[in-house]
Protein backbone atom coordinates (compact mmCIF):
# COMPACT_ATOMS: atom_id res chain seq x y z
CA UNK A 1 0.00 0.00 0.00
CA UNK A 2 1.01 3.43 -0.61
CA UNK A 3 0.35 6.49 1.35
CA UNK A 4 1.68 9.98 1.30
CA UNK A 5 0.50 13.13 2.33
CA UNK A 6 -1.57 15.11 -0.56
CA UNK A 7 -3.34 18.67 -0.10
CA UNK A 8 -6.64 18.40 -0.35
CA UNK A 9 -9.52 21.81 -0.59
CA UNK A 10 -11.53 21.33 1.92
CA UNK A 11 -14.18 20.75 -0.10
CA UNK A 12 -17.07 18.07 -0.21
CA UNK A 13 -20.25 16.59 0.14
CA UNK A 14 -22.24 15.04 2.85
CA UNK A 15 -21.62 11.10 1.74
CA UNK A 16 -24.14 9.95 4.93
CA UNK A 17 -25.42 11.11 8.23
CA UNK A 18 -27.21 10.95 11.59
CA UNK A 19 -28.60 12.97 14.40
CA UNK A 20 -27.00 12.54 17.15
CA UNK A 21 -29.57 12.57 20.33
CA UNK A 22 -27.64 11.22 23.43
CA UNK A 23 -24.04 11.84 23.80
CA UNK A 24 -21.81 10.18 26.05
CA UNK A 25 -17.85 11.50 27.64
CA UNK A 26 -16.91 14.67 25.80
CA UNK A 27 -20.23 14.74 23.95
CA UNK A 28 -22.30 14.44 26.87
CA UNK A 29 -24.07 18.20 26.73
CA UNK A 30 -23.67 18.68 22.78
CA UNK A 31 -26.76 16.89 21.44
CA UNK A 32 -27.70 16.97 19.20
CA UNK A 33 -25.34 16.65 16.97
CA UNK A 34 -24.72 15.88 13.40
CA UNK A 35 -22.20 12.73 12.93
CA UNK A 36 -21.70 12.45 9.18
CA UNK A 37 -18.81 11.22 6.47
CA UNK A 38 -18.08 13.88 4.32
CA UNK A 39 -16.76 12.68 0.74
CA UNK A 40 -13.63 15.23 -0.27
CA UNK A 41 -13.46 16.60 -3.40
CA UNK A 42 -10.31 14.56 -3.76
CA UNK A 43 -12.38 11.19 -2.77
CA UNK A 44 -11.27 10.40 0.63
CA UNK A 45 -13.89 10.02 3.11
CA UNK A 46 -13.69 11.38 6.28
CA UNK A 47 -15.65 10.99 9.75
CA UNK A 48 -16.57 13.80 11.27
CA UNK A 49 -19.29 16.49 12.20
CA UNK A 50 -21.25 18.95 10.74
CA UNK A 51 -22.04 22.31 12.39
CA UNK A 52 -23.29 25.75 12.64
CA UNK A 53 -26.56 24.09 10.93
CA UNK A 54 -30.10 22.81 12.09
CA UNK A 55 -29.34 19.15 12.60
CA UNK A 56 -32.22 18.11 10.85
CA UNK A 57 -31.56 20.67 7.73
CA UNK A 58 -28.55 18.18 7.14
CA UNK A 59 -29.24 16.06 4.12
CA UNK A 60 -26.77 13.30 1.70
CA UNK A 61 -25.24 14.92 -0.93
CA UNK A 62 -25.20 18.50 0.79
CA UNK A 63 -21.66 20.62 -0.12
CA UNK A 64 -19.97 21.02 2.87
CA UNK A 65 -16.59 23.24 2.99
CA UNK A 66 -13.88 22.36 6.22
CA UNK A 67 -13.49 24.24 9.61
CA UNK A 68 -10.88 23.65 12.46
CA UNK A 69 -12.94 23.92 16.11
CA UNK A 70 -10.76 24.57 19.04
CA UNK A 71 -10.81 22.32 21.90
CA UNK A 72 -9.68 22.34 24.86
CA UNK A 73 -7.65 19.65 25.02
CA UNK A 74 -5.29 19.45 22.14
CA UNK A 75 -5.84 20.30 18.01
CA UNK A 76 -8.22 21.92 16.05
CA UNK A 77 -10.83 19.32 15.03
CA UNK A 78 -11.27 19.15 11.59
CA UNK A 79 -15.70 20.10 10.80
CA UNK A 80 -17.81 20.89 7.63
CA UNK A 81 -20.07 23.34 7.68
CA UNK A 82 -22.43 24.41 4.60
CA UNK A 83 -20.56 25.16 1.40
CA UNK A 84 -20.80 29.41 1.32
CA UNK A 85 -21.63 29.85 4.57
CA UNK A 86 -19.55 32.42 6.54
CA UNK A 87 -18.93 32.03 9.93
CA UNK A 88 -20.62 34.73 11.95
CA UNK A 89 -19.09 35.89 15.05
Known sequence: MDIAWVAASGEGSVYSCTVVFRGEGAFRNA???VLAYVEL???PR???NI???EPGDVKIGDAVTLVFSATDAG???PRF???GR???T
Open 41 to 43: AEG
Open 81 to 83: RAA
Open 86 to 88: TLV
Open 75 to 77: PAL
Open 31 to 33: PPY
Open 46 to 48: LLT
Open 51 to 53: VDC
